[in-house]
C-alpha cells in the first residue's frame, strides 16, 4: 500500500484532529510513500472525496468523528473496486473505531494504521444507506437527535445515558412487523436496533457480544421502554437477551423485512435524515470492507 487519502473534518470533536494533524502527517507520511490530506467544509463533502479519490488511492482514511466516517463509509461501500478504509478517530463517540480496536489518541490511531493489520468487515446495508455501527428507530433516534452539541462536549458518552432516562418517560410506541427466513414478530414497540458493530455512544449498552465479522445482524425490540428493562439490558453481558425480559426481543439473521406504522425517523450511525419505508430489507454485506485495524 503506497497511495493514501485521509478526508479531515477538521471541526469534530472540539478540533480533536485539528490539535493532532502535525503528528498525523508525520506518522503516515513515515509510513507510506504518498500521503494526501483533504479538509471536508460541508456537509456531504466526505462522500464526494471518497468517491473522487477511491480509483487513486491504496487506502482511505476517515479523521474526525461519526459522521466523517458515515460519509465516507457511504461513498466506498457502493463501489465495485474498494480501497482499504481506515479510521483515526476524533469526534466524542468513535463508536466504529472502538469495535476495531483503535486508540481514542488520533496520533496513537495514525500509528497503528501503519502497521497494516488488514481485517474483513461487515458492513449493514437498509437499500439506500450504510451503516457499520447500527441501523435503529424509535428510542434511540429521540436519545440522540435530543442532546445538545454543548451538552455532549461537557458531558461526552455520559449524556447519552441522561438522555436515555429522559425519553424513557416520553418516548411514543410504533407498530412494527419483522420477518426474517427463521423468525417473525409484530405487535407495539418503542425501539428497535439492528446492530452490526457493539457500540452505541461509546459505549456497549445494548449488544455487547456482537462480531464484526460473522456475517449477521443482531437485532434488538425493545417493546416497552422503561427503566428496568434498560437495566436488564445494561446489566446483560453474554447470551441472548431475550432471555432475560420479556419486553425484550434479540435475534441474529443476515437480513430481515420491516415495516412499521407510522414512519419512523432513522438513526444510521447517528445520521438521521430518512425516514422508514413502506417496507425496508435490511442486510448483512459479509466482508464488504478491508479495513486496517488495532487489536480487536
Known amino acids: 500500500m503506497d497511495k493514501v487519502s485521509v478526508i479531515v473534518n477538521p471541526n469534530a470533536g472540539q478540533k480533536k484532529i485539528k490539535n493532532h494533524l502535525d503528528s498525523i502527517k508525520n506518522i503516515l507520511s513515515d509510513g507510506f510513500k504518498q500521503v494526501s490530506f ?5 456537509k456531504g463533502d466526505g462522500t464526494s472525496y471518497a468517491k473522487k479519490l477511491a480509483n487513486s488511492s491504496d487506502v482511505i482514511i476517515a479523521a474526525g468523528g461519526d459522521g466523517t466516517v458515515y460519509e465516507v463509509l457511504n461513498g466506498l461501500s457502493p463501489l465495485n473496486d474498494r480501497p482499504a478504509f481506515a479510521i483515526i478517530p476524533g ?13 481514542q489518541n ?15 468487515i461487515d458492513v449493514g446495508f ?3 444507506q450504510y451503516f457499520l455501527n447500527f441501523w435503529g428507530i424509535g428510542l434511540i433516534t429521540a436519545v440522540s437527535s435530543q442532546i445538545e452539541e454543548d451538552i455532549k462536549s461537557t458531558f461526552g458518552r ?13 418516548n411514543d410506541t410504533f407498530h412494527y412487523e419483522i420477518s426474517s427466513s427463521d423468525y417473525y414478530y409484530s405487535g407495539k414497540a418503542e425501539m428497535i436496533i439492528i446492530a452490526n458493530g457493539p ?3 461509546g459505549i456497549k449498552p445494548f449488544l455487547p457480544e456482537v462480531n464484526i465479522q460473522d456475517g449477521m445482524l443482531d437485532v434488538l425490540v425493545l417493546r416497552e421502554a422503561n427503566l428496568s428493562s434498560l437495566f436488564s439490558i445494561l446489566k446483560k453481558r453474554t447470551g441472548m437477551l431475550a432471555s432475560i425480559d420479556e419486553n425484550i426481543i434479540h435475534f441474529q439473521t443476515p437480513q430481515l423485512t420491516l415495516k412499521t406504522s407510522p414512519k419512523k425517523l432513522i438513526d444510521c450511525d447517528g445520521e438521521r435524515h430518512l425516514k422508514t419505508p413502506a417496507e425496508a430489507t435490511i442486510r448483512a454485506l459479509p466482508n464488504h470492507l478491508k479495513m486496517l485495524a488495532g487489536k480487536f
Open 158 to 170: 455520559l449524556s447519552y445515558y441522561l438522555s436515555t432516562i429522559q425519553n424513557i418517560k416520553e
Open 106 to 120: 488520533p496520533a496513537k490511531a495514525a500509528e497503528q494504521i501503519v502497521q497494516q493489520n488488514i481485517q474483513d
Open 91 to 103: 469526534g466524542t463517540c468513535n463508536d466504529f473505531s472502538r469495535a476495531l480496536g483503535m486508540s
Open 199 to 201: 457500540f452505541t455512544g
Open 126 to 128: 437498509d437499500g439506500c
Open 38 to 42: 483533504y479538509e471536508t467544509r460541508k
